[in-house]
């Protein structure tokens, strides 16, 4: 009994910092959500900006924004697994060093990376001039930048640690003392890899998933330095509402409501997944 | 009988995952040997080798500008990684006392700022500054702000160095006069010190870097050399850029590496 007191005299300090700093702003973004448009609000109840959000001129950047977040979420699994899978089967301090060179690139600073793809895809930049010179892709200039699959490529490449993460963390579990007892008795590696490894290895490869399309579906410094003005994604909507005049901040906060509900309905489907009988424990 | 060793078969599946392998090693650090070669390139066209040269260093030096940058980056780095160290170490601490399944519940609520898109958190405090408190945009914002986010990082990695803490040790230091406060700076605290200064590398390493939030709450004044580095590429792609953010880059997976040793120490 003392003891769990003593742990809420702890603890208040960083609640109280977390109610003010974080979840007092984000109740903000709920109420601003359903307020007027003024100047930049007008507290008065109303669901225009919910109304303003189905404005077709947005619908495009909806289905830009999930379209290019599920295509870098498959690529990024579709690599990422056999990456994972791959350190997984290394011997041990091999393992870790393999391991610690997928979790580096996710330390740095995301707009220096971001910035270097600009070097590499930009007219005139690496990739162009390699190109050019082994005479590929005709005479015109081979430009990436500013375009959906610019978007796309660093998407993929700044999200792939966080798919390798919880893989790698699933498979680390995984008893590969199994497969050769399956292999033992007759299964083809075919069938040990689809009855065994990828069931056991579900809960990593749903988490990483789900990481990955959220994170890129509301990422902001990629698709803004990467795509540009004509490749809009649902971040630079937000970040227009509220930094370039006219502002909207209704119409802003209502979109990151929408977000966040997705986010809650993603997650609460992992976690209804993750504890369906197909998968262990 | 035939006792020659079976022919050894081309093993295609072993060969996808070290190909494939090869590749995404590649694929991950291509940028940032890019980056670093070029920092050294002495031609400004900067997609063509211009010999070696450090000019772009040296240039870095003496601008004002990125002095100013910088200074604001250390102080907000400095600031927040303080506060996020002390109140994520006390959340910690107080989450260890709770039972079981009061305890997965604050648990899963400092989770929360850590899974929350940056932008929303950037808007919100965005809003909350500008209709509240709009004299404090600029530096105290980003503190705030970092500090949110930070703290619970903190208190992720101090409660796992508190798991292996064995609470006999402190039950002993009390049984035997201690007074708790002496029982706390003498056993306990020297035992999670290298998960609290893991947990304080990592918030240092997420302030420096960090762009987002720091972008939407700063004010005419007062930015940070990841602001001031996406100012500069709005106009353009000079090599000095190329210099400040292979400097950032090396300081960042410097202090990564740190804070992972220390958590591995521990663990």
């Not at chain 2, 291509?30 to 002495?42: K, N």
Request: net charge positive.
């Amino acid at each position: 009994m003392t003891d769990a007191s003593k742990g809420f005299r702890l603890l208040a300090a960083p609640l109280a910092f977390l109610a003010l700093f974080f979840a007092a702003p984000l109740a903000l973004v709920l109420a601003a959500s359903l307020a007027a448009r003024g100047q930049p609000l007008d507290w008065a109840f109303s669901l225009g900006a919910y109304q303003r959000m189905l404005d077709p001129l947005f619908a495009g950047v909806f289905l830009r924004s999930a379209a290019l977040a599920a295509a870098a979420t498959l690529t990024c699994l579709l690599l990422g697994f056999p990456l994972a899978y791959f350190i997984v089967r290394q011997p041990p301090p091999r393992r870790r060093l393999l391991y610690f060179l997928v979790l580096i690139p996710l330390t740095a600073n995301s707009l220096v990376l971001t910035y270097s793809w600009i070097t590499i895809l930009r007219p005139q930049g690496f990739l162009d001039l390699a190109l050019q010179s082994l005479g590929w892709f005709g005479p015109g200039p081979f430009v990436l930048l500013y375009t959906p699959a610019a978007v796309f490529l660093g998407l993929t490449y700044w999200y792939l640690p966080f798919m390798v993460y919880p893989i790698y963390a699933s498979l680390e579990k995984v008893d590969f003392t199994l497969s050769a007892a399956a292999a033992d008795l007759g299964a083809t590696r075919r069938q040990t890899f689809l009855r065994i490894i990828l069931p056991l290895s579900t809960p990593g490869i749903l988490a990483g998933s789900m990481l990955v399309f959220i994170q890129c579906l509301c990422a902001f410094v990629v698709p803004d330095m990467l795509g540009g003005s004509k490749t809009l994604m649902i971040g630079s909507l937000i970040q227009q509402r509220f930094l370039t005049l006219p502002q909207d901040w209704p119409l802003g906060a209502a979109i990151s409501i929408t977000l966040l509900a997705l986010i809650g309905a993603a997650v609460f489907l992992t976690l209804r997944l993750d504890r369906s009988p197909a998968s262990p424990r | 009988m035939d006792f020659r060793p079976p022919r050894p078969r081309l093993d295609l599946p072993a060969l996808f995952l070290r190909a494939n392998a090869v590749l995404m090693y590649a694929f991950l650090y291509a940028p940032i040997a890019v980056l670093i070669a070029f920092s050294f390139s002495g031609s400004r066209y900067s997609a063509l080798w211009g010999g070696f040269s450090t000019r772009w260093y040296e240039k870095l030096f003496t601008n004002a500008e990125i002095r100013s940058a910088l200074l604001t980056t250390l102080a907000l780095a400095a600031a927040s990684t303080l506060l996020s160290t002390l109140l994520g170490t006390l959340a910690a601490l107080g989450l260890a006392r709770l039972a079981h399944r009061l305890r997965r519940w604050f648990e899963t609520f400092f989770y929360f700022p850590v899974i929350l898109p940056d932008i929303v958190m950037a808007i919100a405090l965005l809003m909350f500054f500008r209709t509240f408190l709009p004299d404090s945009l600029g530096l105290p914002a980003m503190i705030a702000g970092h500090v949110a986010f930070n703290l619970c990082y903190v208190a992720v990695i101090v409660s796992a160095s508190l798991k292996g803490f064995n609470p006999a040790l402190e039950e002993a230091a009390l049984d035997l006069g201690a007074s708790p406060w002496r029982a706390f700076l003498r056993v306990k605290l020297p035992l999670i010190w290298p998960g609290i200064l893991g947990g304080a590398l990592l918030a240092a390493a997420l302030s420096l870097d960090e762009f987002v939030i720091a972008f939407f709450v700063s004010a005419p004044g007062t930015s940070t050399l990841p602001i001031h580095i996406y100012g500069l590429l709005k106009k353009g792609v000079t090599p000095e850029i190329n210099a400040l953010a292979s400097l950032m880059l090396a300081v960042s997976i410097l202090l990564a590496c740190l804070s992972l040793l220390l958590q591995k120490r521990n663990s």
